[in-house]
């Protein structure tokens, strides 16, 4: 099957898109966190669209990225690639309205946490491509995870032409669909648990007598600086936590508390919660 794009353009970094258009179904955070992304990356604004559905979020959204806002039947007319980033709970309704515009030339790409790309395949038109994407917020500094997955008539240049949407975000990885409940637990709602660590060593901090500020500072550069050794030495983090705990030191001591509470049984039951949620969020939607 032929893909959708018809010519190429080049970035100032010498990057080539195609140049299909791009309209995003419902963008709120991330609908906007990926629109923002392909801007930045060089994309040219007259090649997006963008659908809300409340009049003051068309105008924020043009004045800051300056893509045109239309009506989703309109952008489905008028694009190739449909990524679909509204609440999982509002697909089935945004695809009913939608009935007869898509067909199966469309490349949609799906965010929708939970969503298997039979739900889309059972509501447009026989043989139409669809991707099913999880992304994350680091997006918004281009540091995104995105996992990326072929439905039942997605091909290689189809998940191509989702990478070529992520790309410019963060990094990308092509995984089996059965996988995708998993990643939006891990990858997907994960930022989530890391803020939730700043916030717990913050109250912590503010109990040892730091002030708010210098707390922030420090556990912020902390975060940051942990991240980019996992990143940048590949040392397994058993490793790496290993370098920093002293015999007889401060670090065994908090490492020990953190083992009594369970925290690591916390961690994964956190995760498969979250994870049991996507896999709901699909009965409920079927
Ligand atoms: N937030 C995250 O970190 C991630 C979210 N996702 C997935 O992305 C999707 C969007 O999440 P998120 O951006 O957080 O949610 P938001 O609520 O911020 O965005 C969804 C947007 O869709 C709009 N919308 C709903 N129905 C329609 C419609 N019929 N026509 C046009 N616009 C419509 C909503 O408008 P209104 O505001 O007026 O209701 C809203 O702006 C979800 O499916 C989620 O699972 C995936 C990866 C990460
Ligand atoms: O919480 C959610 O449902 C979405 C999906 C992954 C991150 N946020």
Redesign the pocket.
């Known amino acids: 099957m032929a893909l959708p794009s018809v010519s190429t353009v080049g970035d100032a970094a010498g990057e080539e898109f195609s140049m299909v258009t791009v309209a995003v179904?419902?963008?709120?955070?991330?609908?906007?966190?990926v629109l923002s992304g392909l801007r930045r990356a060089g994309r040219p604004a007259g090649t997006l669209l963008a659908?809300?559905?409340?009049p003051e979020?068309a105008v924020e959204l043009s004045a800051a990225l300056g893509v045109e806002v239309v009506g989703?039947a309109e952008a489905v007319a008028r694009a190739g690639v449909v990524v679909?980033?509204?609440?999982?709970q509002?697909?089935a309704?945004?695809l009913a309205?939608l009935a007869g515009c898509f067909t199966s030339d469309h490349v949609v790409v799906?965010?929708?946490?939970?969503?298997p790309t039979s739900f889309f395949g059972k509501r447009l038109p026989d043989g139409t491509p669809v991707v099913r994407?999880?992304?994350?917020?680091p997006a918004l500094v281009d540091e995104a995870m995105t996992v990326v997955s072929a439905g039942e008539h997605a091909t290689d240049e189809h998940l191509a032409v989702a990478e070529e949407l992520f790309r410019p975000l963060g990094r990308t990885l092509r995984m089996p669909e059965a996988h995708q409940d998993a990643v939006?637990a891990l990858s997907?709602?994960g930022?989530?648990y890391m803020y939730y660590l700043v916030e717990a060593m913050t109250d912590a901090a503010i109990l040892l007598g730091l002030p708010r500020a210098v707390a922030h500072d420090l556990i912020v550069q902390t975060a940051v600086g942990a991240a980019a050794m996992l990143r940048d030495t590949g040392e397994h983090p058993v490793k790496l936590r290993e370098a920093v705990t002293s015999p007889a030191g401060t670090t065994i001591n908090a490492v020990r508390e953190l083992e009594r509470h369970r925290v690591r049984a916390a961690v994964a039951d956190a995760v498969e919660a979250a994870r049991d949620r996507a896999r709901e969020?699909a009965a409920e939607q079927d």
Do not use: F, Q, Y
């Open positions: 179904l419902g963008a709120g955070k991330i609908g906007h966190t659908t809300v559905r409340r979020r989703n679909v980033a509204v609440k999982p509002d697909a309704a945004l309205e799906s965010l929708c946490a939970g969503l994407a999880m992304t994350n917020t939006t997907g709602s930022p989530a969020i």
